[in-house]
């Protein structure tokens, strides 16, 4: 682990990607000293910032004050919250506005908000001129712990999410561990699903510190800061080692099958399910198939299940609000996710907490006989 | 200069790219053939063609057949043909086709037609599931030459040509020399311009070649595969130095400062000007303006004009027909191409014939007096 301490309470993770390295910074106040940060490593003379209603309220006008102190001309677009932001004509009007002010590749555009804002606005910083400077500046725990750390970019179509988009790695990173403040409860505990995630895919340590430290993360300080750049470190980790995903970072994917499949089968309805709460359920059941499979012990099942309770994160299918749905369904999700050839399905499947790995031969019809005893419990 | 003979009349050109390494294949009647060259080459199981209208009357059905007869699922689409292509629209229409036809990462877009076409399927190519293989059949001179080589894709905004868009290098290029028979006589003397540009770049022989078996070229034949072949050796030679345009690759743009500015005064109008009589033109004044410098001697300035006369190509800005613009209405296009720093600008000048280089430093107030003389005379 190399995450460093700069200035007073701030974490640096550095992303060694060759040319395209950058740094996550970690730390409170972070968009109050924006411009400074951005002006003193990038030689960015323009910025375009985009950003969501939500998010623009609270923080906007102190990104643009910090940017134009440092002498940075700003522009900006607030779009409405939601996934359906990523999609083709809010890209257009992204591209628009930076093209209308001019931006040229060393300027940057600047995502200021959760992931679909950094997913768009880093799909469109990697198309303008073929490519304009990019920094994020996320704003939930899953877009600080998740989204902004890897260069993926895109949009959805109606085809399926994340279809269309470009690996644009940002320049970047500024990680405001207080803008987290004004994040409803909902929306960090099912960003801290996925903090949860890196410890059970190669973290046992960072595990039982979690199981420790998770009220002094969720209250704030320093142990958010910590929970948040080891999440960001172990990402990079995983980038660095497999920039465009052929390999290793399918683990990243723990407790997404079953979390995807969860979502679809609730069409992707928010008042039901969150990803975040997907993905959590889907580790559960990801562990407690491992122990079916006489991979893992049944103990580990029980200590995810106890730690993402403990949090107040869903932890069984049935913990979904509405009509269950049927094994069926969420076996035909799971299926479009996977591409079934010949009956195998890839999996991430565990050994323990912290002992995930890729298993590329794993039976559909396994998977099904283990969701049919879950729904019938 | 690497260029290999394969089988009968068939050229290979290698652009050593790394993990993104292609050939190019030159030769007549490939597009019969491409089924076969495109599964041996890469494992495609699925291909979605992207053409025009005046192509696929003449080449849609013969590719759709190799490439079934090889077992390649095939779809298309085909749009009008010319510039306005280049946009929004046609672009989210063809990622609507390869994500309807589930095209994978594995399976290709192919782009059969001119750089329009190339250009719009090059970029959907490169953000559908952020990457899928794309395939260039180009089949005028210029895509042959000139856009099917080097990886820049993209389309047109209402704020100026090609901003916004991707590099994604193709996988596979088969240049069928015989789909030129259909082009326009127009069309090819256009083509042959960039063609010419390769010799003044940096290859005297291959100029004094030129002026000797343009007639061959035109008429077709092994002459005419030679020296799009060399073409495209030129070519990739520079975009391997550079492949992201922040030096040499410039050189390319030889011509195009003052050809440019002749499209955008002109309002990119084809009736009056198409690109390559632009860039026929902006050669001539190139060299003149070198001479005019003392670099070079007015006998080489002399010398390309008399070629590319002889072919059939414009070289005086009166060719042009229609008003003629005035010198500020150039000089004003001109530093919007060039982005104008502090009076000065950079420019692809020569010291004759095969010896064009790089200058950063050239006065505008330079090139406005041999405007106004060139315009005078
Ligand atoms: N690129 C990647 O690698 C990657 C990885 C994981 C997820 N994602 C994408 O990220 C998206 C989900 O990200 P998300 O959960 O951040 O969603 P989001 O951007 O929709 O944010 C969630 C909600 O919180 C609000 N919000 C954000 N920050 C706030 C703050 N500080 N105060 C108050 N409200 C705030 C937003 O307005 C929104 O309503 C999905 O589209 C997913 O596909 C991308
Ligand atoms: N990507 C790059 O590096 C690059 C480089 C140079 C130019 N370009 C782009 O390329 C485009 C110009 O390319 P172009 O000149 O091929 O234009 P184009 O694609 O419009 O083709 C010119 C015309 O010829 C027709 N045509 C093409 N092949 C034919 C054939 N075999 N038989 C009959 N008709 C045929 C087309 O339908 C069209 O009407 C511009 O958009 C330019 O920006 C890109
Ligand atoms: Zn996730
Ligand atoms: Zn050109």
């Not at 908000?113 to 768009?120: A, K, P, Q, S, T």
Request: proline share 3%; aromatic share 6%; with cysteine.
């Amino acid at each position: 682990m190399t995450v460093t301490l700069s200035r007073e309470n701030e974490r640096v993770v550095h992303v060694p990607l060759g040319d395209r390295a950058y740094d996550i910074l970690i730390g409170p106040d972070l968009i109050s000293h924006a411009g400074g940060e951005i002006t003193s490593r990038l030689k960015v003379r323009k910025a375009a910032i985009v950003t969501d209603e939500n998010v623009a309220s609270q923080y906007l006008d102190r990104l643009v004050d910090s940017l134009q102190t440092d002498g940075v001309e700003t522009v900006s677009l607030t779009l409405p919250p939601g996934e359906k932001t990523k999609s083709l004509e809010p890209l257009a009007a992204v591209c628009d506005m930076a093209l209308s002010a001019r931006i040229e590749r060393n300027d940057a555009i600047i995502a200021l908000g959760g992931g679909v804002i950094g997913d768009l606005a880093g799909f469109a910083a990697g198309i303008v001129r073929r490519g304009v400077r990019f920094v994020q500046i996320p704003t939930s725990l899953l877009s600080q712990v998740d989204s902004s750390v890897g260069g993926k970019t895109g949009i959805n179509s109606r085809h399926g999410k994340n279809l269309l988009g470009v690996f644009h790695q940002p320049d970047l990173v500024l990680s405001d561990t207080s803008a987290l403040d004004s994040l409803s409860e909902r929306e960090f505990r099912a960003g801290y699903a996925e903090v949860a995630k890196y410890g059970l895919i190669d973290r046992p340590d960072f595990f039982e510190w979690l199981e420790k430290n998770w009220r002094d993360v969720f209250a704030g300080g320093p142990a958010r800061a910590e929970a948040i750049a080891i999440s960001c470190q172990s990402k990079a980790d995983v980038v660095v080692e497999d920039e465009r995903e052929t390999g290793r970072r399918a683990l990243l994917n723990l407790g997404h099958t079953f979390g995807h499949a969860l979502e679809a089968a609730t069409q992707y309805d928010s008042s039901r399910l969150v990803h975040g709460e997907g993905v959590a359920i889907g580790m559960v059941l990801a562990h407690r198939f491992s122990a079916r499979l006489n991979l893992a012990s049944t103990d580990d099942a029980k200590r995810v299940e106890a730690h993402l309770k403990a949090v107040g994160l869903p932890t069984e299918i049935s913990d979904i609000p509405g009509e269950l749905p049927p094994t069926e369904v969420l076996m035909d999700a799971i299926a479009q996710d996977k591409k079934v050839k010949s009956g195998k399905l890839t999996f991430i499947l565990t050994h323990g907490i912290g002992q995930s790995f890729v298993a590329n031969d794993v039976a559909a019809s396994e998977v099904e006989l283990f969701l049919k005893e879950t729904l019938a419990r």
